[in-house]
């Protein structure tokens, strides 16, 4: 099955009339070769000069494997859910919460598709409440082998990213995206510093929330 944008968006235009009720805007639509996922909702660019959400998401649709055509429709649905939470502020603590697995169930219900959650992403349902707070966080991992926790003002996110890329002290790092309460404890700064963190709660700090990429002056928080 070959996949366009085309086919992707007449697709986008049939499902969201049958599940949506035609309230979801039309995302750009990329096709892409990921190996790593089949499809991803990306939440609307947050720019350097202009801290807040663009005009568009992006509904992502890998075709580096050949599947059947009801296996893409598939996929196309799963983050069309993932667009309509976080658009209606529904969005779960994890990728595929209670929230997603009730309009999931609803949708296969039709008995037209058969939605699914990937094997990888099944570590949910362990918080059914969203916060407000939207959190954009950097772990770290030192030199000296610990690790490292920031909770960064969102205004400053590109300043951090420059300035933790030379940190001496800093082996590596990963820019982090969560509505979780559990980072709360932590208070937002606005100069590069980090706080020391357990191991667990670094395990659980990746659990709870989503990837954020930084490309240029764009960021973008990734939901699959």
């Known amino acids: 099955m070959q996949v366009t944008i085309e086919w992707i968006e007449q697709k986008f235009n049939l499902f969201n009339k049958d599940y949506f009720e035609g309230k979801l805007p039309v995302p750009e639509f990329r096709v892409s070769k990921n190996k790593s996922r089949f499809g ?25 494997m050949d599947r059947e055509e009801h296996d893409f429709e598939n996929t196309l649905i799963h983050e069309m859910i993932h667009m309509y939470l976080y658009l209606n502020n529904m969005l779960d603590k ?20 058969e939605v699914k959650i990937s094997v990888k992403q099944t570590r949910e349902d362990f918080y059914n409440t969203l916060q407000e707070r939207k959190n954009f966080i950097i772990l770290s991992r030192l030199k000296n082998g610990k690790k490292g926790i920031t909770v960064c003002a969102q205004t400053r996110i590109f300043d951090f990213d420059k300035a933790f890329k030379k940190w001496g002290v800093i082996e590596s790092y990963e820019w982090r995206f969560s509505y979780d309460i559990f980072f709360s404890k932590y208070r937002r700064i606005m100069r590069p510093a980090f706080y020391d963190i357990s191991d667990d709660d670094f395990k659980k700090a990746f659990e709870i929330s989503y990837q954020f990429v930084i490309e240029g002056d764009i960021g973008r928080a990734i939901i699959n």
Do not use: C, Q, Y
């Open 94 to 113: 994890t990728s595929h919460g209670p929230n997603f697995r009730l309009m999931m169930k609803k949708i296969n219900s039709h008995g037209k598709h």
């Open 40 to 64: 991803a909702f990306i939440i609307g660019h947050l720019r350097k000069r202009n801290i807040g959400p663009s005009k568009s998401d992006i509904i992502e649709i890998s075709v580096f």
